[in-house]
């Protein structure tokens, strides 16, 4: 006896093509030697397939195409896939440090892991399907780097999440650049001059707790006025500061201002 499985694809009386699975044995009966075989209509598990492929070549190609690191989660084998951006971000070559969630996770800062991984579990335990956090995790020079986490999960008919799609995006500089503001302003105020900070059209956007000393406005009072209406400067002298600023970058006088009191 001997056996065989084939695949073919078949014409149909409507002309449309069909894949079918066969597995044929040899056998006796009655003393002849015959071949016995079954077909499956594989069809459907073909259009499943490609469309599988279709999906992971598109993922693949996008993923390429982000400076984010973008990373694939399959909770039924456990693994995780990243593309290069994981390696940019980090430092690190993902097969070795993050291929599972609790490699993953390791990563995460110390200070946050606990409650990002809590909002994370929650979100698998709802009906959500987007989840975001902002957090610090690990690279492989010891610094830790900000990031924007956000993730997109895939549910089943019974909402059971079967698949998480996630990014990481890189915020460290822009963390870096809010440390620097706070740290300015901190030492704005801490200065016994008015400093006052307006946009193009006058309108105040910064005023510091020695302006707030000298002039008696809060600054709750005047963010968002225009600086004439607050201090009533004198018109003339203002334009001329205000163009000799913007041609030479600075401008030096002698002003006379009222306070809130008059």
Not at 1 to 21: F, S
């Amino acid at each position: 006896t001997g056996r065989a499985e084939i695949e073919a694809t078949l014409l149909a009386k409507d002309g449309t093509q069909v894949a079918y699975h066969f597995t044929g044995s040899r056998t006796l009966l009655d003393g002849q030697t015959c071949l016995l075989g079954v077909g499956l209509d594989i069809s459907e598990s073909k259009r499943v397939q490609a469309e599988k492929a279709a999906s992971q070549e598109r993922y693949r190609l996008l993923a390429s195409l982000s400076n984010d690191a973008i990373w694939d989660f399959e909770p039924a084998s456990g693994t995780i896939t990243w593309n290069d951006g994981f390696s940019k971000l980090t430092g690190f070559n993902s097969p070795e440090t993050a291929t599972t969630l609790a490699s993953w996770v390791g990563l995460f800062h110390p200070e946050e892991r606990e409650s990002v991984v809590s909002e994370l579990q929650h979100a698998l335990g709802s009906a959500q399907h987007n989840w975001s956090a902002e957090h610090r995790i690990l690279c492989r020079d010891g610094a830790y780097a900000w990031v924007l986490h956000r993730a997109y999960l895939l549910r089943d008919h019974e909402g059971r999440c079967v698949r998480l799609l996630g990014s990481l995006t890189d915020l460290t500089s822009q963390k870096k650049a809010q440390e620097r503001i706070v740290e300015q302003a901190a030492l704005i105020d801490q200065a016994r001059d008015a400093i006052i900070v307006h946009d193009l059209d006058h309108r105040i956007i910064s005023w510091s707790k020695g302006a707030t000393r000298v002039f008696g406005w809060s600054e709750e009072e005047v963010i968002g006025r225009y600086l004439l209406e607050v201090l009533q400067d004198d018109p003339g002298v203002f334009r001329t500061a205000s163009m000799t600023t913007l041609e030479q970058e600075s401008w030096r006088g002698e002003v006379v201002k009222k306070n809130k009191a008059g």
